[in-house]
């Protein structure tokens, strides 16, 4: 049986807020934007000609929730966004002024560089040495 992830959830203080940093900054598409319920959405979003993994963008409502947001991975990167492009996609983060909390290297595996979203998450930027991982 094949199995992959479909969706992570991502949370976020207001839906249109997020769709418009995550749209218009980062250049993500927005897939899905259906309205569940007077205060829920279902909105997914992903990389520009991604067909796999979307982000499913949530609405913190409890003070639990509220409190995790930007801080899903306790400090740690949390999610990993594939290139093949790194010079265009880490100018488009200088020219939306994100936050670069490490400058572009070169590892073994790749370019990378580490960004913060609107709330505070942290991403690599990354492009893999070895085009076959992408």
Known sequence: MKKKLAHIALLVKDYDEAIEFYTKKLGFTLVEDTILSADKRWVLIAPTASNETCLLLAKATTEQQKNSIGNQSGGRVFLFLYTDNFE????????????????PVTE??????????????AWDLIEPANKANQ
Request: no cysteine; hydrophobic share 40%; aromatic share 14%.
């Open 88 to 103: 265009k996609d880490f100018n488009r983060l200088l020219q939306h002024n994100i936050k670069i909390i490490r400058q």
């Open 108 to 121: 073994i595996y790749g370019t990378v560089a580490v960004f913060e979203d609107m709330y505070g998450n």
